[in-house]
């Protein structure tokens, strides 16, 4: 981090802002509004006219001749690394073949985990670069990037390894997330408990141990893992001090959101089948919903997330990629905002808060991300924009004009 007085001062100024602070009214907005920047840090961010002679003094300034400025866009979860793509499985599907057919021969979930342990890290990263880069051609600054496509430990470190490296190799910051509690590997035969004894004695403490994980996630469903299995390997991460995350009533009620309330997780995401007492849960808990209408629309579901109840209890909403080979081959949080607001009816301003500030809230990273304030990281995106609907409202339309990281 870089708030060295001496580092030079930059002013973007003449801009419409849209700050997401907490607490203020719709987006926050000012009109003609500045930003001063000093190293990677936000130290004003308001109207004009209210900007201390001290920070006007500066050869580094731009005028943004009345363009809108959000704070930089998070992508809160997303399997981006992975190897290969299911688009023959998606063929199939739109053929008429069941999950359960393409399961039986060879696809699904257990493709991908073959695919991921037969590539290398160099080889995950050059796969997963351009999935990245299109994220970031539309504003993206902050990205979740989970593993659970290795299921092992070896491949398990491979993915989080390479997440790690594309942190390094483009201007982004990663969050990191241990989904060891995805799937059962095909050597477990069939064996949960077993394996989740592996998740929690070797991979997770070796992981955690190499500083690959910044939080643990899991997948609470009945093809999956059981909320008494997902328990072991939360009590687990907790006992290493690492925050928690949960997919959560995805194809059933399992009651995964009131789970990941009772441990304060983070954030519970997909939540198709959350009742509202969950939908309380993780209000009062302060555990984020976060909704992922790209696989929603992807795999053709039709039961909506609880949104009325969400909203009732005034629980906190983010929106989300979930970018991944077999159920939302999605790399646009443009196009996810419009889906959130076509499929589950979203307004155009829980659509930006989900993408800013509640994502951040996802990650933990409220403190540093998600919104226009002082002391907050330099992050934002600059929009040819005339109204912030039109990020919402268009499709396949990017209005990116500048995309600024740390100050940068």
Not at 18 to 44: C, K, M, N, W, Y
Not at 265 to 276: F, G, R, V, Y
Not at 331 to 360: K, Y
Request: one cysteine or more; glycine letters at 8%; charged letters at 25%.
């Amino acid at each position: 981090m870089n708030r060295d007085s001496d580092s030079p001062l930059r002013l973007w100024r003449n801009a419409r802002l849209a700050t997401l602070r907490a607490g203020a009214p719709g987006l926050g907005s000012v009109e003609h509004g500045a930003i001063a920047v000093q190293g990677d840090r936000i130290v004003f961010a308001g109207a004009e006219r209210e900007l201390p002679e001290a920070l006007r003094r500066t050869e580094h300034a731009t005028d943004c001749e009345g363009r809108w400025i959000t704070p930089g866009l998070v992508d809160c979860h997303t399997h981006l690394v992975h190897a290969g793509n299911r688009a023959r499985e998606f063929e199939l599907r739109l053929q008429g073949a069941s999950y359960e057919e393409i399961a039986r021969a060879g696809g699904g979930i257990a493709s991908s985990v073959a695919a991921l342990r037969a590539a290398s890290v160099d080889e995950l990263v050059r796969q997963s670069l351009p999935r990245l880069d299109a994220l970031i051609a539309e504003g993206l600054t902050t990205i979740e990037i989970k593993s659970g496509y290795g299921l092992a430990l070896e491949h398990e470190r491979k993915a989080l390894q390479a997440a790690r490296r594309l942190g390094e190799e483009r201007p982004v910051t990663v969050h990191t997330s241990f989904l060891g509690a995805h799937a059962l590997p095909p050597e477990a035969g069939g064996d949960k408990d077993a394996y989740i004894d592996l998740v929690v004695r070797e991979m997770l403490p070796a992981l955690a141990a190499e500083g690959l994980v910044d939080s643990v996630d899991g997948f609470c469903e009945g093809i999956a893992f059981s909320p008494a299995q997902i328990g072991r390997v939360f009590q687990a991460a907790r006992a290493l001090g690492l925050p928690l995350r949960l997919h959560a009533d995805q194809l059933s009620n399992l009651r995964g959101a009131a789970l990941a309330a009772s441990f304060s997780a983070l954030s519970a995401d997909h939540l198709e089948w959350t009742d509202e007492a969950g939908a309380a849960a993780l209000a009062q808990a302060g555990t984020v919903a976060v909704l992922l209408p790209g696989a929603y629309y992807f795999l053709r579901e039709t039961r909506l997330p609880p949104i009325a109840a969400l909203r009732e209890h005034r629980a906190r909403i983010a929106i989300a990629t979930d970018n991944n080979p077999g159920s939302s081959p999605l790399t646009s949080l443009l196009l996810a905002m419009n889906m959130a607001a076509t499929l589950f009816r979203l307004s155009v301003d829980e659509c930006i808060a989900g993408v800013t500030r509640e994502a951040a809230r996802a990650l933990g990273l409220q403190n540093e991300a998600g919104t226009l304030e002082p002391g907050r990281w330099a992050d934002f995106a600059i929009w040819d924009i005339d109204h912030p609907a039109e990020l919402v409202y268009r499709i396949g339309f990017n209005p990116l004009h500048t995309r600024i990281r740390k100050g940068l």
